[in-house]
């Protein structure tokens, strides 16, 4: 009983973990659909639509699918200017 109680959390966390991981998956998947719709409804050339698949794959490698403004929007103020400030600082301390 204990070979079994102790088998099934080990499964049970390696699963949460797989889950996890899928997420930013299940985004880029969701983003991409978008697109997708988005080209079928406005029946765009497929150049255009390669461009526009080439855009989103850019997008989602630089934030993984996150809208950070969205995300901070639901902040208080002071706490977004924590998060951009840190987000951004590279790009600060640059600046003379």
């Avoid at 499964?11 to 978008?34: H, M, S, T």
């Avoid at 997708?36 to 989602?60: G, M, N, Q």
């Avoid at 902040?75 to 977004?80: A, G, S, V």
């Amino acid at each position: 009983m204990l070979g079994a109680c102790c088998y099934a959390a080990i499964f049970g966390n390696i699963a949460q973990l797989i889950q996890k991981l899928d997420a930013a998956g299940v985004r880029y998947q969701e983003q991409i659909e978008r697109v997708d719709e988005f080209v079928r409804f406005h029946r765009l050339p497929a150049y255009l639509a390669h461009k526009l698949h080439a855009y989103a794959e850019f997008l989602f490698e630089i934030n993984r699918g996150l809208n950070v403004s969205e995300i901070a929007e639901a902040m208080p103020q002071n706490l977004q200017e924590e998060v951009f400030l840190h987000l951004h600082e590279h790009l600060v301390r640059q600046a003379p």
